[in-house]
């Protein structure tokens, strides 16, 4: 692709014929008709989050696959969210090859945002509250 700069300070491609404004605006956005109808821009792409009053809920991911997980009680063992974890790319990833050594090869993270490193090692059940998305990687 060949640019060339024109006198009025526009650039023009030789091989498409595409016209490049310098210092041109986007066109505005159009307006929401009322307060009430307009969206986040997150909320597009933000999970739906149901909380639960009466225990934890959380949400267990795997690729682009996630499902929210809510369970009865105010924190999660290490050994029963392994077990939901297990459950999950059993349900999503039916040929995983792994049979029934698959919770051998699972690690779980915890995404954070504010961290350097987002994801971070979930080592015990502290590290799961209300909301956390949980990672679940497995390692060969």
């Known amino acids: 692709m060949l640019l060339k700069s024109t006198s009025n300070g ?3 491609c030789k091989s498409t014929d595409l016209l490049l ?13 009322s307060a009430s109808s307009a969206r986040h ?12 009053m009466n225990g934890l809920t959380f949400f267990l991911q795997s690729g682009v ?9 105010q924190e999660i ?6 077990e939901e974890a297990v459950k999950f790319i059993r349900k999503h990833y039916p040929n995983n090859g792994r049979g029934d050594a ?4 699972i690690l779980l993270y915890r ?3 504010r961290s350097i490193n987002i994801l971070q090692l979930i080592t ?3 590290d799961v509250a209300d909301g956390t998305l949980v990672e679940i990687v497995i390692s060969f």
Do not use: C, M
Not at 21 to 33: D, G, H, I, R, Y
């Open 10 to 12: 526009t650039l023009r």
């Open 21 to 33: 404004v310098k210092n041109a605006t986007p066109p505005p956005l159009k307006e929401a008709k």
């Open 41 to 52: 821009p997150t909320q597009f792409f933000a999970p739906k989050y149901v909380g639960n």
């Open 65 to 73: 696959i996630k499902e929210q997980v809510a369970v009865e009680t």
């Open 77 to 82: 063992a290490i050994r029963d969210l392994r």
């Open 102 to 105: 698959l919770a051998d090869h």
């Open 111 to 113: 995404h954070d945002l």
């Open 124 to 126: 015990s059940s502290v």
